[in-house]
C-alpha cells in the first residue's frame, strides 16, 4: 500500500518514471531502498538508501525530522544557462504567487553520505562527489559538504557551504586545485 501511494505521489508532482523499494516503515519513519527516477535503464536520480525520522509534529508540518541519504547518483545538464535534471524538472517548480509560502526544507536535517553528480555542460562533462549535511536554523538553512569535481576544464577538492534561505540562497566554495592548473 505504502510503495503504491509513493508511486501516486510522484506521478502527481510530474515524474513518470520511478521505482523504489520500502524496507521498513513504522511509527518513527520510513526506509527506502533502489529509489530511482527517470528511465529504468539510466535514471536522472538513484537512491541506494533513503531513510526518513518523523514525529507527530513532523508529520502534521507535511515534512520530515531528518532525511539521510546514501549511494545517491545524479545526471543534469546544463544549456543555455539552464540546468535540467531530466525527469526530476517538474519537482523544481514552484505553483503559486509571489506570495505563497516560503520554501521549507522536506525535512529539518537533511544529510547526505555519499553522492556523485555528473553534468554535461559546453565544455565537456563534469561530475563529481559530495557528503554532508544541510539543517534548518532559525529563518534559514545552513550546511556543508565537502566536493571533489573534475571535467569540463576543473579538477578540485574542497567545500561547498551554504547558508540563507531557499529562496535566497548563498553559496560559499573553497576549492584547491588538484592536478595543476589554476581554478577558473
Same mark, same amino acid.
Given at each position: 500500500l505504502a510503495e503504491g501511494w509513493l508511486h501516486g505521489q510522484i506521478a502527481a508532482r510530474g515524474v513518470e518514471a520511478a521505482s523504489l523499494r520500502i524496507v521498513r516503515l513504522d511509527a518513527r519513519g520510513i526506509a527506502i531502498e533502489d529509489l530511482a527516477l527517470g528511465a529504468a535503464d539510466a535514471p536522472d536520480?538513484?537512491?541506494?538508501?533513503?531513510?526518513?525520522?518523523w514525529s507527530r509534529r513532523a508529520l502534521e508540518e507535511r515534512r520530515f525530522d531528518a532525511? *539521510? =541519504?546514501?549511494?545517491?547518483?545524479m545526471q543534469a545538464s546544463l544549456r543555455d544557462d539552464f540546468l535540467s535534471t531530466g525527469a526530476l524538472d517538474p519537482l523544481?517548480?514552484?505553483e503559486g504567487e509571489a506570495s505563497a509560502a516560503p520554501l521549507l526544507l522536506p525535512?529539518?536535517?537533511?544529510?547526505?553520505?555519499?553522492?556523485?553528480?555528473?553534468?554535461e555542460t559546453p565544455q565537456g562533462v563534469a561530475s563529481g562527489?559530495?557528503?554532508?549535511a544541510l539543517r534548518e536554523v532559525e529563518n534559514g538553512i545552513d550546511g556543508a559538504f565537502a566536493l571533489d569535481v573534475s571535467g569540463a576544464g576543473l579538477r578540485?577538492?574542497? *567545500? =561547498?557551504?551554504?547558508?540563507?534561505?531557499?529562496d535566497a540562497p548563498r553559496f560559499d566554495a573553497s576549492l584547491e586545485p588538484t592536478g595543476g592548473g589554476p581554478l577558473t
Open positions: 536520480l538513484a537512491v541506494a538508501k533513503l531513510d526518513a525520522d532525511l *539521510r =541519504l546514501s549511494g545517491v547518483r523544481w517548480k514552484r525535512a529539518r536535517e537533511i544529510a547526505i553520505e555519499d553522492a556523485t553528480l555528473r553534468i562527489s559530495l557528503g554532508g578540485a577538492k574542497g *567545500r =561547498l557551504a551554504i547558508a540563507g534561505s531557499l
